[in-house]
């Protein structure tokens, strides 16, 4: 079983930057991927980046060459430049194992990231 344990988000302005960090725990051998999702309310979860074992990113389209994912063992870090309202909304940290053929995903608790002046 793995766990995660995300800090940073916060409140900040427009065209600002925030960091955001998810380090797991637990089974850590059997993630193949991690990454972050976000809510805002009303909408549906929506992925925002995420990289796999071998070393691939994927990104939102949203969120295209201003935000960086980057992994460190079992933590990644989630880099957010030039900010804008619409990012604001709760960022859950996820990560992707398998049991035989069935995927399981393991949440953090999320973060709430406020994009506002």
């Known amino acids: 079983q793995v766990q995660l344990a995300e800090s940073g988000g916060g409140l900040v302005q427009p065209g600002g930057s925030l960091r955001l960090s998810c380090t797991a725990s637990g089974n850590t051998a059997s993630i193949l991927a991690m990454g972050w999702y976000r809510q805002a309310p009303g909408n549906e979860r929506e992925l925002v980046a995420s990289t796999n074992r071998g070393g691939g990113l994927n990104y939102g389209e949203s969120v295209k060459g201003r935000f960086t994912l980057f992994r460190d063992m079992n933590t990644v870090y989630l880099q957010m430049n030039s900010l804008k309202p619409e990012d604001t909304g709760v960022y859950f940290c996820?990560?992707?194992?398998?049991?035989?053929?069935?995927?399981?995903?393991?949440w953090g608790q999320g973060t709430l990231v406020t994009v506002s002046s």
């Open positions: 996820n990560g992707v194992s398998y049991i035989g053929t069935k995927r399981v995903d393991a």
